[in-house]
């Protein structure tokens, strides 16, 4: 019972400080972590919040689209092809 209790509070954690998409299943699937950060631009809301994309991709270039499902206000999800 104590196990069960210790595994349901790392979730919590992980899910509350937005580290949900760090785990084990994740790294089995060969899925990496890339943090993004948007170009400035002139626009007022461009560049101004990074985001973290779990991807198969080793790289993504600055002119390339991605197509994702979002898991949080900062986390997406590539969408598999």
């Known amino acids: ?10 979730l919590f954690l992980f899910w509350h400080l937005n580290y949900h998409y760090m ?9 990496r972590v890339l943090n993004i950060l948007p170009p400035d631009e002139d626009n007022e809301y461009s560049g101004a919040t ?9 790289t993504v270039k600055p002119s390339e689209q991605v197509v994702a499902y979002r ?3 900062t986390v997406y999800l590539e969408k598999s092809k």
């Open 23 to 31: 785990n084990i299943i994740f790294a089995v699937r060969k899925y």
């Open 50 to 58: 990074n985001f973290t994309l779990i991807t198969r991709r080793t």
């Open 71 to 73: 898991l949080s206000n």
């Open 1 to 10: 019972m104590a196990l069960i209790a210790a595994l349901l509070f790392i």
